[in-house]
């Protein structure tokens, strides 16, 4: 039996490999437990790490924090590539409003800490380590570590004990801020899924509609002519000249008062086009395809490698095929084309054409699904790479070095590259199940390293009175989180999806991201999460400090 020890409590590969194993799967198993139908999700697996930790199934420290840290950059570069394409958009509609409910999450939290700091007596560089393992962050720890040493000469090994100790509980006190913020909000989550998505409805990027022609000042001239007219974004997909039958309308083509046409455009000009134009007629898209006999409408996938980051002007379908590209379709929403636009593996394109035409079409972007199942591992760890880099660069001292570090570098390449990777010509498509099951992975493995890490000499801490540090950590997760989450959903109305993922990311916690992004079913809290996120990695450092500083 002597291999079984040497496999439980000793070292070596395989040591280490079957510890995070049984980690895995047993919290992956209680994750499956609900009380009162709410359940902490993977957060078990932080749990059963620090019950291994704590009965001795531990392995070497460099190896650990490398599983922790490996995780971690997994969990987050997965969700970079995912939000990245509609990143910047969500930052334009409110990622300035977001910032700010997360600087205020901040300050609230720290100026609790030194108020608790005042009435119990509790050394601040302890309580710093307490705030750090509140907000799940274990950069501010290391930050607030290195500062005091710096100014002191000599360690305080309450620092990391006191974040060891918090971090589970500040982890678990954000999930329960959530129910909290539900049940004092009122938050009926089948009613908030159905109002987000008739706003998502209301803010698609393409509107169809069929028009008759009525102006007559433009009786006579080509859609060309009529286009340069209007400065709208819009496409005139389909023409049928006094009731025969419809043919593709593009830049030439002549149109008449009496004529008909199928219109895409934003929503935001429909209204306008529409009035220079005509007026509207109840002739959906379906019944188009009906009118016109031979010609057919088709989305086609684009699954060529060599398609990633061309550009409609640079493969002249229209021209070549005598098609017309009325929308293309990505990650769920509908685009209008424009000459110079981009295209990415995955987008769809709706494409309308005869038969035969729109067979080369096809031919020629790929239009096999078999495809987009193959990983392109190369850009995944070359975006890696590069965070890892942008992460390790020394941003400014105060007196030490702050970095974005592990988590907030890889995030924002991942954001760059989802965005502008086809700029590079690299390939950023990845399916669903292949992106969740990197994230999973990669969140498993950091809550049981944390975990592992954390479960040495946790109970010996707690009975010599660290658990004061647990209660504190609790009042300083709940506190700014229900706060703030407040203040957001009554001044700024927002959305509960939202607001979770901004206040996971205030708290730089991917585990209560995990069950927000559980409960919602949707992008939004990742979305928000990454908005506000690199920010907070680099301000909870700061502030980390600048109390050691201040204590000083």
């Given at each position: 039996m002597d291999f079984l020890q040497s496999l439980l409590f000793g070292e070596g590969v395989a040591h280490s490999i079957f510890v995070l194993a049984v980690v895995i799967t047993l919290g992956s198993a209680l994750s499956k437990i609900r009380i009162c139908g709410i359940s902490l999700g993977p957060t078990w697996i932080l749990f059963a790490g620090i019950a291994a930790g704590h009965f001795g199934m531990r392995f070497n420290h460099d190896t650990l924090e490398f599983v922790r840290d490996f995780g971690l950059t997994l969990f987050v570069f997965s969700i970079g590539l995912q939000i990245g394409p509609g990143f910047f958009s969500s930052l334009r509609k409110g990622g300035l409003r977001l910032m700010w409910l997360s600087l205020l999450v901040m300050i609230v939290g720290t100026a609790l800490t030194y108020l608790i700091h005042l009435l119990s007596g509790i050394p601040l560089q302890t309580m710093s380590g307490v705030l750090a393992g509140a907000v799940a962050n274990t950069p501010a720890m290391g930050a607030a570590q290195q500062t005091y040493i710096d100014m002191t000469g000599v360690n305080d090994p309450s620092i990391p004990l006191s974040f060891a100790v918090s971090?589970?509980?500040?982890?678990?006190?954000?999930?329960?801020?959530?129910?909290?913020?539900?049940?004092?909000?009122?938050?009926?989550?089948?009613?908030?899924?159905?109002?987000?998505?008739?706003?998502?409805?209301?803010?698609?990027?393409?509107?169809?509609?069929?028009?008759?022609?009525?102006?007559?000042?433009?009786?006579?001239m080509t859609v060309g002519e009529i286009r340069n007219l209007i400065n709208r974004q819009f496409v005139i997909s389909r023409i049928s000249h006094?009731?025969?039958?419809?043919?593709?309308?593009?830049?030439?083509?002549?149109?008449?008062?009496?004529?008909?046409?199928?219109?895409?455009?934003?929503?935001?000009?429909?209204?306008?086009v529409m009035k220079f134009l005509g007026h509207e007629i109840n002739m959906l898209e379906a019944e188009w395809g009906e009118f016109e006999g031979k010609l057919v409408s088709r989305r086609i996938v684009i699954t060529r490698p060599e398609i990633n980051g061309k550009r409609f002007v640079d493969l002249r379908l229209r021209t070549k095929y005598g098609i017309n590209i009325t929308r293309v379709n990505r990650s769920g929403v509908d685009i209008i084309p424009y000459q110079g636009m981009e295209l990415q593996l995955?987008?769809?394109?709706?494409?309308?054409?005869?038969?035969?035409?729109?067979?080369?079409?096809?031919?020629?972007?790929?239009?096999?699904?078999?495809?987009?199942?193959q990983p392109h591992i190369l850009t995944i760890f070359l975006g890696i790479a590069i965070g890892v880099l942008v992460g390790s660069i020394p941003l400014f001292s105060i007196?030490?070095?702050?970095?974005?570090?592990?988590?907030?570098?890889?995030?924002i390449m991942a954001i760059l590259i989802g965005r502008f990777g086809t700029h590079w010509h690299l390939?950023?498509?990845?399916?669903?199940?292949?992106?969740?099951?990197?994230?999973?992975?990669?969140?498993?493995?950091?809550?049981?390293?944390?975990?592992?890490?954390?479960?040495?000499?946790?109970?010996?801490?707690?009975?010599?009175?660290?658990?004061?540090?647990?209660?504190?950590?609790?009042?300083?997760?709940?506190?700014?989180?229900?706060?703030?989450?407040?203040?957001?959903?009554?001044?700024?109305?927002m959305d509960f999806y939202t607001i979770m993922g901004m206040l996971s990311g205030s708290m730089t916690n991917p585990i209560s991201l995990s069950y927000a992004n559980g409960i919602a079913g949707n992008d939004m809290p990742a979305i928000s999460y990454a908005t506000v996120y690199p920010l907070v990695m680099f301000l909870r450092v700061i502030f980390a400090q600048m109390m050691i500083l201040f204590m000083m």
């Open positions: 971090y589970p509980f500040g982890i678990i006190a954000v999930i329960i801020a959530f129910i909290l913020l539900r049940f004092i909000l009122r938050i009926d989550l089948s009613k908030e899924g159905e109002a987000l998505k008739a706003l998502n409805n209301e803010n698609k990027l393409a509107s169809k509609y069929s028009i008759e022609i009525t102006n007559r000042q433009i009786d006579g006094d009731g025969n039958k419809a043919s593709i309308a593009d830049s030439d083509s002549v149109i008449h008062c009496g004529d008909k046409i199928f219109v895409v455009s934003s929503p935001e000009d429909k209204i306008a995955g987008d769809k394109v709706m494409v309308v054409g005869s038969e035969d035409a729109i067979n080369k079409v096809s031919d020629l972007l790929g239009n096999s699904l078999k495809k987009l199942h007196p030490q070095p702050v970095k974005l570090g592990l988590a907030a570098g890889p995030m390939i950023t498509y990845t399916t669903l199940s292949a992106n969740l099951m990197l994230r999973e992975v990669g969140l498993a493995m950091f809550l049981a390293a944390v975990g592992l890490a954390s479960g040495d000499g946790f109970v010996e801490a707690v009975v010599a009175g660290g658990y004061i540090w647990m209660i504190y950590a609790v009042i300083i997760a709940v506190v700014p989180v229900i706060l703030v989450g407040v203040f957001a959903r009554l001044v700024y109305h």
